[in-house]
């Protein structure tokens, strides 16, 4: 445990010395201020964050979550220093779990700035408290998901931006493809699609439900690709 929190502090203190943490935090709060402003915060629009959450706050995770993750492997690959690393005595498991909760507290942070904007909300009406949890316990969820993907493709290419393209490809197929396409056949193929499909299983937390049948679905897919990239990491010390 020990080693797993020094991963972590020595991520998140790689995330604040970084430029590109900067970036990505800037262009997140830009994109979901404007997604707020024009699509919620107007004349005749319901005094609710559902359209933001359950739509826009999405498509901004599917491409800036892989950003802030392209770094976390990659670029130690990159400048060697991942023979270091592997030569103190740390395991794979404690280095991607570091690594993954590093990036998960990072998202922490940006997710407590979207709380302006209920804020904003109670100005003009009566925000649901219990609406609102359910949607961050959703968005964690979420969160921790992609952040797994793109730690998994960190790990699999030194190169950050080939990195963060097949992040992008990947969450793009897992959230909007697999959707899209289910709405388009029927039978067994469509209850499949429907499974695989994130925001199938993120639309209830938008609506204020908590179904267990969704949390395991991202808390067993999270776990999916962080052993993946365990046994990427295994790999590297091999070669």
């Known amino acids: 445990m020990r080693n797993i929190t020094t991963m972590v502090q020595r991520e998140l203190g790689a995330y604040f010395l970084s430029p590109i ?20 915060f107007r004349n005749g629009a319901e005094a609710s964050l559902r359209s933001l959450i359950e739509f826009w706050v999405v498509v901004i995770l599917v491409f800036v979550l892989p950003m802030l993750t392209m770094r976390l492997v ?12 592997m030569t103190v005595p740390i395991t794979e498991i404690e280095v991607v779990l570091g690594k993954f909760f590093g990036a998960l507290v990072f ?46 493709f960190s790990a699999f290419t030194r190169h950050q931006i080939i990195a963060v393209l097949l992040s992008f490809a990947l969450l793009a197929l897992m959230t909007f493809a697999s959707h899209g396409l ?4 029927d039978g067994w193929p469509k209850a499949v699609l429907q499974h695989l499909s994130v ?41």
């Not at 289910?182 to 056949?185: D, E, R, S």
């Not at 937390?205 to 365990?230: C, E, K, Q, Y």
Request: net charge neutral.
């Open 21 to 40: 943490a900067y970036a990505v935090s800037a262009v997140f709060l830009f994109a979901t201020g404007l997604a707020f402003a024009l699509g919620t």
């Open 199 to 239: 925001r199938t299983h993120f639309f209830d937390f938008v609506r204020g439900m908590v179904d267990m049948n969704h949390v395991i679905f991202f808390l067993t897919t999270t776990a999916l690709f962080l052993f993946l990239t365990v046994k990427r990491v295994e790999m590297r010390r091999w070669q």
């Open 74 to 85: 990659s670029e130690e690959l990159r400048s060697g220093t991942i023979e270091t690393l």
């Open 182 to 185: 289910a709405q388009t056949v």
């Open 107 to 152: 998202y922490l942070i940006l997710l407590a700035t979207l709380l302006v904007y209920p804020i904003v909300l109670s100005m003009f009406g009566p925000v649901d408290a219990m609406l609102l949890v359910c949607n961050y316990i959703g968005l964690l969820l979420l969160g921790a998901l992609y952040i797994s993907v793109g730690l998994f």
